[in-house]
């Protein structure tokens, strides 16, 4: 059965957080979200095929934190983020946000 959302609380600046249907309730931060983008390019950037880009000497200058600049439903099936980072073509299914949930439950679970 693919889970549906009750609630979806959006904070632009701290992520999202969905309570499902069935009361589990997922928090999902902004980092993590950008990290797990689910489209073509960022799959094949974070796939296991190509190696990781070396870090930052220049670690004093990192990059501002990522933010969310717009969610919008996408149907009945699924989120659209933009980000900060001009990043936005990426579609997350609610089966594939319960996926991601990080929680303890969830975790073991896997």
């Known amino acids: 059965m ?3 959302p009750a609630n979806v609380d959006v904070s632009l ?3 999202v957080a969905i309570r499902w249907r069935d009361g589990h309730e997922s ?3 902004i980092a993590a979200l950008r990290a797990a983008c689910p489209c073509a390019t960022c799959q ?3 796939g296991e095929g190509r190696a990781p880009e070396p870090a930052n000497p220049l670690h004093l200058f990192q990059a501002a934190p ?3 600049l717009e969610v919008k439903p996408v149907g009945r099936y699924a989120l ?3 980000f900060s980072d ?3 073509t990426g579609i997350f299914t609610w089966e594939y946000l319960r996926s991601l949930c990080a929680c303890d439950a969830c975790r073991s679970g896997r």
């Open 86 to 88: 001009g990043h936005e």
């Open 13 to 15: 600046s701290q992520g």
């Open 27 to 29: 928090h999902y931060a």
């Open 44 to 46: 094949d950037l974070h």
């Open 80 to 82: 659209h983020f933009r």
């Open 2 to 4: 693919t889970p549906a």
């Open 66 to 68: 990522n933010r969310l």
